[in-house]
């Protein structure tokens, strides 16, 4: 045991030698680390969970164990791990245990060590395995930190910051940069080459449906819930449903339709974006907006005969408000007028409605200004909000209509 800790130990110290870009998150890393209670921080596989916990706890002295570890597994005896991390991490502060939920009955030992008094940082990729445990075992005694990809920004700073290798900071063209990430996403492992994007967020596609899908529910025809994810992937930005979603893919069961949905959202990989209404009821039957945590995804996994950046400037705009901590039970929505009309994106706060989003690649187009201006001003007079933003490619203006004020934003300053 004392040498698969000392390994990791010299595991850790490796990582945090390496140069890294501060990630931005709305939480504060002192007011985390300064409260007793667990910190967990999830989200998909692959998008630097473990280095942002690293980083929170960089120059303090900490205890650190890997679960993704074999070797750890298959050697446990809780006993004397504990005894060989006194050992190797005299008198630390905290305890950082990654990807922890690949240890049996991990909640469980999670909630000893907190009633002993340690202060744990622990990561996980799995949304409804840790909240469901975490909510069970440790009702309101953790604060959860949800990690996306990189965002624009975060992508952009990458660059500028001279991590890619290539020392370009000022001279890179920053339209080129936004188009690339529009296309291939904010994976971190695909940014210093972005030629692998394709076969890298390929695998990891799929490893994710074999592995934290398949594997853990134990899915027999994983032929049908392959099709059903590749499905999702062509009509990400669409409103389906679990009905149209059978009759399209010839599916008997409308609740095996359901059970995989919840299974997909699961590891991070889809989102469903309900449909605003005031009734409750009303919601839970409309078609849901299918969204994928990253466009990566779209690029190297989707069957498409065009290309549509319509859609892609859409779903990036839906994982950023993810990332300003909205989420789609109780802060964001999307909106059908009476006459139809759709607003892509309505934020909700407490009560009342915060602001709409429409999302429109080109408004260069007289016609499709007014289009746009007249669908989102519609909904607006309905909703009663007068905070009303159009997201685009590359335009910025300010459009007066039917009493309305509605800023058209670029995609970079938004």
């Not at 900490?62 to 791990?81: G, H, P, Q, R």
């Not at 060989?84 to 502060?93: A, H, N, Q, S, V």
């Not at 990253?294 to 705009?317: C, I, P, Q, W, Y």
């Not at 260069?364 to 200004?369: F, L």
């Amino acid at each position: 045991m004392r040498e698969i800790i000392q390994n990791q130990r010299k595991e850790r110290d490796e990582l945090l030698s390496r140069p890294y870009i501060t990630r931005h998150t709305h939480h504060d890393d002192e007011t985390l680390l300064s409260s007793p209670m667990i910190k967990l921080i999830t989200g998909p596989r692959r998008v630097g969970k473990s280095t942002q916990a690293l980083l929170m706890l960089k120059g303090r002295n900490f205890a650190y164990l890997n679960f993704d570890d074999n070797s750890l597994l298959a050697a446990w005896d809780e006993n004397k791990v504990m005894r060989t991390l006194d050992e190797i991490y005299p008198g630390y502060e905290f305890m950082m245990l990654d990807e922890v939920q690949n240890l049996d009955k991990w909640d469980v030992w999670v909630s000893t060590l907190y009633r002993r008094g340690k202060n744990l940082v622990i990561t996980g990729s799995n949304a409804k395995m840790l909240s469901s445990e975490m909510a069970t075992t440790l009702t309101g005694r953790y604060l959860q930190v949800e990690m996306m990809p990189f965002s624009l920004a975060e992508f952009k700073e990458w660059h500028y910051s001279g991590n890619d290798g290539k020392g370009i900071a000022a001279s890179t063209d920053t339209e080129a940069l936004t188009n690339d990430y529009l296309r291939n996403g904010g994976y971190p492992e695909t940014l210093a080459a972005r030629s692998i994007t394709g076969s890298y967020l390929g695998t990891l596609f799929d490893s994710i449906i074999w592995k934290d899908v398949a594997h853990r529910h134990r899915v027999r025809n994983i032929t049908e819930l392959s099709d059903m994810a590749a499905y999702l992937l062509a009509n990400f930005c669409n409103p389906l449903s679990a009905n149209s979603i059978a009759d399209a893919l010839s599916m008997t069961s409308v609740s095996t339709v359901k059970k995989y949905m919840g299974y997909l959202h699961e590891p991070y990989l889809f989102f469903y974006l309900p449909r605003y209404n005031n009734k409750m009821k009303i919601m839970q039957k409309a078609p849901q907006k299918v969204y994928v945590v990253d466009n990566g995804f779209v690029t190297s996994k989707a069957f498409s005969t065009s290309e549509n950046l319509g859609r892609m400037l859409e779903n990036h705009v839906f994982t950023e408000l993810l990332r300003r901590g909205y989420d789609t039970e109780r802060t964001l929505f999307y909106y059908r007028s009476r006459n139809d009309k759709e607003t892509d994106f309505v934020l909700r706060q407490g009560n009342h409605v915060e602001c709409l989003v429409q999302v429109c690649y080109d408004m260069s187009s007289p016609k499709t200004e007014k289009r746009e201006a007249n669908s989102i001003t519609e909904c607006a007079e309905e909703l009663g909000c007068d905070n009303l933003v159009i997201v685009t490619r590359d335009e910025e203006k300010t459009i007066q209509e039917k009493g309305y004020t509605i800023k058209v934003v670029p995609i970079d300053k938004f």
